[in-house]
């Protein structure tokens, strides 16, 4: 008997943490569009899929802010069926400077976002992975407006005055570079719903805590504060890679189907606990 195409999932991030977990998990029931820009391991990771019986439909290594990648991408989810997008690939402060990290959490988020948007088709989910970060910063106009566009021309020289002034308030240039792209992130996945929806298709976003992949540690190694925000959290321990694949599979389920346009925090109750302390 012959059996119904499966659905693709394209994973971002893919030989990262959370990019392996989510693989694992939808890969039992998907077929896998995998993407790194470490390429050793994404090969590695994609063989060892394999042998374990999963379906990697393609495995591209590449940075996300290059098109021809993005327009390779593109190119393996896109047709009549509908297809996932589980977007992990980013940067954190003990990873990189400012200007990487906005580069990476944002534009290239932007630049993927625009690159899946024409092929999207009914019941198409994309699920791009923000941060508790995002949530900490306060609004600031003049900022959120910058951070609107930001594949403008000079963007980043745009936005270098804010970073450097905030910078010694907010862990350093790096820390508030990643504080405002996923503060931007947020943002971009609540303005897109609008276009999605006329597709058929949803968008949501999910604020993870202090989680424990490679950057998660280093995080909590190098960055202060980053340690106390698991300890803090109601739920008791430090967040794993699995609590995150587990509610980007729900949100990716039928089941939210009335979701969209929206961000679920999967950081055991951290960014509630510190918001009551602050007398929230
Ligand atoms: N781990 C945490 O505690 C935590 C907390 C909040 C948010 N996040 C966010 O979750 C996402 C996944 O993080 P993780 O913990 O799995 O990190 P990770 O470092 O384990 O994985 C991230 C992956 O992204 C890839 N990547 C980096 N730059 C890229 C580029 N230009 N093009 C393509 N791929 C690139 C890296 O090679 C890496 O494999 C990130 O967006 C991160 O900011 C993580």
Redesign the pocket.
């Known amino acids: 008997m012959a059996q119904a195409a499966r659905r693709k999932v394209l994973v ?10 989510c693989a694992r998990l939808f890969g039992a029931t998907h077929d896998l569009v995998l ?4 390429a050793t ?2 090969d590695g990771f994609a063989e060892e899929l394999k042998r374990d019986g999963y379906t990697v439909a393609a495995s591209l290594a ?5 098109d021809e ?1 993005l327009a390779a991408l593109v190119s393996e989810v896109s047709g009549d069926a509908p297809f996932t997008l589980l ?6 402060p003990a ?2 400077d400012w200007r ?1 990290i906005m ?3 944002l534009i ?1 988020t932007e630049k993927l976002l625009n690159a899946i948007e024409p092929v999207l088709v009914p019941g198409s989910v994309g699920i791009v ?5 995002g949530h900490m910063m306060a609004a600031v106009p003049e900022i959120d407006a910058l951070m609107k566009d930001p594949l403008a021309p000079a963007f980043l020289d745009l936005i270098q005055p804010f970073v450097e002034q905030m910078g010694p308030m907010a862990g350093g240039t790096s820390g508030i570079s ?1 504080t405002m792209s ?1 503060r931007a992130t947020l943002a971009i996945c609540e303005r897109r719903a609008g276009a999605w929806g006329q597709r058929g298709a949803r968008i949501v976003s ?15 190694e190098k960055t202060a504060g ?1 340690a106390q925000m698991a300890d803090m959290a109601p739920a008791g321990r ?2 794993v ?1 699995t609590d ?1 694949a587990a509610a980007a599979w729900f949100l990716a389920s039928d089941q939210a189907s009335y979701i969209t346009g929206c961000d679920l925090k999967v ?1 055991g109750g951290a960014t509630a606990f510190v918001k009551s302390m602050m007398g929230g």
């Not at 590449?62 to 290059?66: E, K, P, R």
């Not at 977007?87 to 954190?92: E, F, K, N, R, V």
């Open positions: 971002t991030g893919a030989a990262g943490g959370m990019g392996r977990a993407t790194d820009v470490v391991a994404l590449g940075d996300l802010s290059d990648v977007h992990t690939a980013g940067l954190s990873l990189a990487a580069s990476v959490n290239a992975i923000a941060s508790v970060a990643y996923k999910i604020s993870p805590g202090m989680i424990l992949t490679p950057m998660g540690r280093q995080e909590m980053a430090a967040g890679a995150i950081d």
